[in-house]
C-alpha cells in the first residue's frame, strides 16, 4: 500500500479515482493558496478536452503518490460542477528609486502578465484553447 502525501505534491497528469475503484480522469489544476497550506479542490478533467470537474478538497479521500483517491463513486463525478478558473489579481507594488532603468523593467513585466495572464475580475469557464493547453500539460506530466 502507497504511503499518502501532501496535496502540495499533487501535479498535472495524476490519476483520479472513484470510491468505488474506477478511474475517473485525471488532475489537471490544483486550487489552494500553498503559502498558508489551504488545499480547496481540484480540477479533474474526465475526458481529453472536456470541461474539467471541480472537486471539492472535502471529497477527496486519499493522496498517493501519482493517484487521488475520491470518497464519491463514479456516478457521482458526473453531477460535480465545472472547474472555474479562479478570477486573477493584481500585486501592486510600491514605486522604487532604482532609475529609469528598472522602471522600464518593471513595465516590460507588467505588460508580459497582461499578455499572459490579464486581469479578470470573475470566475470564468475554460476555453477551449485553455483545455489543450491542460491536456498537453497532463500528458508532461507538469
Not at 1 to 21: F, N, Q, T, Y
Request: hydrophobic share 40%.
Amino acid at each position: 500500500m502507497a504511503e499518502p502525501v501532501s496535496w502540495l505534491l499533487i501535479r498535472p497528469g495524476w490519476k483520479v479515482v472513484a470510491s468505488d475503484g474506477t478511474e475517473i480522469g485525471e488532475i489537471d489544476e490544483v486550487a489552494g493558496d500553498s503559502s498558508r497550506d489551504i488545499f480547496d479542490g481540484l480540477a479533474c478533467a474526465t475526458s481529453a478536452l472536456g470541461q474539467p470537474r471541480y472537486v471539492p478538497a472535502e471529497q477527496v479521500s486519499e493522496i498517493t503518490e501519482g493517484v487521488v483517491r475520491l470518497s464519491i463513486a463514479a456516478d457521482q463525478v458526473a453531477s460535480l460542477g465545472e472547474y472555474r478558473e479562479p478570477a486573477t489579481s493584481l500585486e501592486i507594488e510600491p514605486h522604487s528609486r532604482g532609475g529609469t532603468g528598472e522602471a522600464i523593467e518593471a513595465e516590460a513585466r507588467r505588460l508580459e502578465a497582461d499578455a499572459v495572464a490579464p486581469i479578470q475580475s470573475h470566475e470564468h469557464s475554460m476555453n477551449i484553447f485553455r483545455r489543450i493547453w491542460f491536456l498537453v500539460r497532463r500528458r508532461r506530466g507538469r
